[in-house]
């Protein structure tokens, strides 16, 4: 991928990201602007597409980016959003004024579906008991408005529950991404998945995750995961957590 492809293909994710609308060689023209002509954007946008990273829904629509145009974002040119530090200490003092488990997962789930603008869930590894919060905002996402989708969203949650476990004991001790149909724990071929083991202040093994639409906010929500495990791991005993974002 040359320089310029790159430039036009980070800004085609951008607005994706933003608007979950295709992205047209005119809009990025017209809202960037980009030192190219219209017919130049376009000529990149068409080896973009022949080489896999991006497609198109309908034939005069313009481009979205496929799972592996994703996966090219995320391994060579993403960046990650750093938390400010307003919302670290805010974060640090929510947590760790909770003394028990129980009001831990609830908080920790409120705060995450909060901040990230999404569906959280929090649990205690090894335990039946765990907590969700901001579903109205899993809702008001436009991928997820039809009855199909929504449907796999709860079979997703299910999943989740039935493979915690799981998870826990194959999740590498550091956050990977899982877009689509990589993911090995559940069926979500439209959905990206952040997630990471770590090592609870009582040295056992914890779990966090973050579930959302493949165009979710990558550097953002990756910041997150770092951060509560950092918040977590340092102080808070037998911690799980699981996240489904969708911005």
């Not at 974060?91 to 760790?96: D, N, S």
Request: charged content about 25%; hydrophobic content about 40%; some cysteine.
């Amino acid at each position: 991928m040359t320089e310029r492809q790159k430039q036009i293909f980070q800004l085609v994710i951008q607005e994706f990201i933003q608007n979950a609308k295709p992205v047209s060689s005119a809009l990025l023209a017209k809202k960037c602007h980009l030192p190219w002509s219209t017919a130049t954007i376009r000529q990149e946008l068409n080896a973009l597409e022949g080489e896999g990273n991006l497609t198109h829904l309908y034939t005069s629509s313009g481009r979205v980016p496929t799972d592996k145009g994703y996966r090219f974002f995320i391994d060579a040119m993403m960046e990650e959003e750093k938390l400010s530090q307003k919302d670290q200490d805010f974060l640090r003092e929510e947590l760790l004024g909770e003394k028990k488990h129980h009001s831990l997962m609830r908080t920790s789930a409120k705060l995450l579906a909060l901040y990230s603008q999404n569906m959280a869930i929090s649990g205690v590894a090894g335990e039946d008991e765990w907590h969700e919060a901001g579903v109205s905002y899993l809702l008001a996402c436009p991928e997820f408005k039809t009855e199909k989708r929504m449907r796999q969203i709860m079979s997703i949650c299910d999943c989740l529950g039935e493979n915690l476990e799981t998870m826990v004991k194959e999740v590498p001790e550091y956050p990977v991404i899982y877009i689509g149909e990589e993911n090995p724990f559940v069926k979500a071929k439209d959905c990206s998945m952040i997630l990471s083991v770590y090592h609870l202040f009582s040295k056992e093994k914890a779990l966090i995750a973050i579930i959302g639409p493949k165009r979710m906010r990558y550097p953002r929500n990756m910041s997150l995961i770092k951060y509560f495990i950092k918040v977590l791991g340092g102080s808070l005993g037998v911690l799980f957590i699981i996240v489904i974002n969708y911005v």
